[in-house]
């Protein structure tokens, strides 16, 4: 189930949750159910929610102004997509382009999804010494981008969301 999008109070795109989060935050009447699963229902004892694809907070959330994505494992991978910048397979970690031993950062510009074979070939060593290709270059993502991949729209759910999210992304 893909994550669900939270508002803030005044239509402000904040973040994504899980599904089983965006429940408890309407069921504890902090979030109202903005645009929900046409067919899906999750149900319980007594109570019926519709499976939430967007949610506002009831309360206005203080968010200070972020120029830049906080850098994250998972932002990572997220960003690329879950494909290893080397091979194309599927990633499942992330490999620190100047290694963290020889002064390498955790930042967008010098980490990139990578299976666990090709990140294990790499070592210690930077793409060249190592020899391998990379299959496209890291890059920063900004606050926007970051919630859009976060969110995993593809095609028709892309459509259906649309004015939920910012026009920039």
Request: charged share 20%; proline share 7%.
């Amino acid at each position: 189930m893909r994550n669900t999008l939270v508002l803030n109070a005044s239509y402000e795109p904040l973040t994504t949750v899980s599904l089983q989060r965006a429940v408890v935050l309407v069921l504890q009447d902090k979030a109202v159910v903005e645009h929900a699963h046409p067919l899906r229902m999750v149900r319980g004892t007594g109570v019926a929610v519709p499976v939430p694809r967007v949610i506002r907070l009831q309360r206005y959330v203080r968010v200070p102004f972020r120029q830049r994505a906080p850098w994250s494992r998972r932002g990572v991978l997220v960003r690329d997509q879950h494909l290893c910048a080397y091979c194309g397979r599927r990633a499942t970690t992330v490999d620190h382009l100047q290694p963290r031993s020889r002064g390498g950062a955790d930042s967008w510009m010098n980490t990139v999804a990578a299976c666990a074979e090709d990140n294990q070939r790499k070592a210690d060593r930077t793409p060249e010494q190592a020899g391998m290709r990379l299959l496209r270059t890291p890059f920063e993502p900004t606050p926007e981008a970051t919630l859009m991949l976060a969110l995993g729209l593809r095609g028709s759910e892309l459509t259906e969301l649309a004015a939920w999210l910012p026009a920039a992304a």
